[in-house]
């Protein structure tokens, strides 16, 4: 059957917990000493290290796990994390010896990846991140050791720096479909981000810069500034005092963009424009969804969002599973790191474009029961033709 993206949690009641801590029931029963492919006839045992699995986000990526599971036979167990180092690496170990053929994790800082890794090495488990990559240049060891196992599959993650440089193209276009008052694109833009030094903001900042230089290259005499960041940790209150403060400095300030940081900053940034009078008159622009998105777009409080979506998880779970059945395409080989699939965000900057995001993946999961038994049996080329190509739009052409 096909289930939609809001019936996934009855559908999660419905299967007694199957998704929880204690559900190790699923993952029972020992690895093999040779390797973790499962052998003829018998199921193959998946275990999920997320940082929750009651969150908006955590829930759907968890469900789309198990929507694959139940379509291709897997059993799956999640153990939740909080992103606390020493809880990612326990519950690593935890589904190792429950017995797992393989595991996907979202760890919380490349350095976990160190104990992750030489877990699933003893254990003969192969391992694939989501949301997560390690970073060559900064986690040189950590990268080094993930290209000498022979269990890391690889990594599913977000093209941050594309992501940033649509941000900046959407802010500085003319859009007809904007709130009255903002169809005008941005020239003076406001960086409000989260943490100094993130990994993940440098890489989107990277993409604002970039798209700036690309607009003034071509538009050398209509030219976009775009401010230093100034930083509002993760906290709804220090989002409007940022705000607040960009305002005072520079009234003629068209356009802010708040970088992320869990969405309190956001909330606190939108609210303080609205306190102060000022929605619909600064172009707001992020990522992650607001849960009133639509009604923001409608009033001017948001100009254009980007978003991730609960694929990047499957598209892991899929690549594990394929290591798993003794999938020649994805079993890792020592000396290289391992599979990459770099997802696109999702993108909104109208209220009809919401229309269609809030249709195509929410009140419906993107891909059909037949659709992720394909992906399922794909090579990895045609696998991350279809992730990467992910959109609205592509959901809409599939689906007509």
């Known amino acids: 059957m096909n289930i939609s993206r809001r019936n996934f949690v009855k559908y999660a009641g419905l299967m007694g917990g199957a998704a929880g801590m204690g559900s190790l029931v699923g993952c029972s029963g020992s690895s093999s000493s040779s390797d973790s492919s499962a052998s003829s006839g018998s199921k193959i045992k998946i275990g999920v290290s997320i940082w929750s699995s009651t969150d908006a986000l955590g829930k759907l990526s968890v469900d789309i796990i198990q929507k694959a599971a139940d379509i291709l036979g897997v059993e799956v167990t999640t153990v939740d994390q909080g992103h606390v180092s020493e809880q990612v690496t326990a519950s690593v170990e935890t589904l190792c010896a429950a017995g797992c053929n393989g595991i996907v994790i979202c760890n919380s800082a490349d350095s976990e990846m160190t104990s992750a890794i030489n877990t699933c090495n003893d254990n003969n488990v192969y391992l694939a991140q989501f949301y997560r990559m390690i970073s060559k240049d900064a986690s040189p060891d950590v990268y080094s050791l993930a290209e000498a196992s022979k269990y890391f599959v690889g990594s599913v993650h977000e093209d941050e720096v594309g992501n940033g440089e649509k941000l900046i193209e ?126 923001q777009l409608q009033t001017g409080g948001m100009y254009c969002e980007s978003g991730g979506h609960f694929c990047d998880p499957l598209y892991s779970f899929l690549m594990v599973y394929a290591a798993c059945k003794g999938n020649s395409d994805f079993m890792p080989s020592a000396g290289s790191y391992g599979k990459e699939i770099l997802f696109p965000y999702v993108y909104v900057s109208s209220v009809s474009e919401y229309e269609d995001y809030e249709k195509y993946f929410v009140d419906e999961a993107p891909y059909t029961d037949d659709e992720i038994s394909k992906l399922a049996a794909m090579s990895f080329d045609d696998l991350d033709k279809s992730a990467t190509s992910l959109s609205i739009e592509d959901v809409k052409t599939r689906h007509a």
Request: charged letters at 20%; zero cysteines; hydrophobic letters at 35%.
């Open 170 to 295: 959407l802010l500085t276009a003319d859009n007809a479909d904007a709130y009255k008052g903002l169809t005008k694109g941005a020239r003076n833009i406001k960086l409000e981000a989260w943490t100094v030094g993130d990994a993940t903001f440098q890489l989107r900042w990277k993409g604002y810069k970039s798209g700036v230089s690309t607009w003034n290259s071509a538009n050398p005499s209509d030219p976009v500034t775009l401010s230093d960041p100034v930083y509002a940790n993760t906290s709804s209150s220090e989002g409007a005092n940022v705000t607040q403060q960009f305002y005072n400095t520079d009234p003629k300030m068209d356009a802010l963009i708040v970088a992320g940081g869990g969405g309190d900053p956001l909330v606190g940034s939108v609210g303080q424009l609205a306190n102060m009078g000022l929605t619909g008159t600064i172009r707001v622009a992020s990522t992650d969804f607001l849960d009133d998105l639509k009604d």
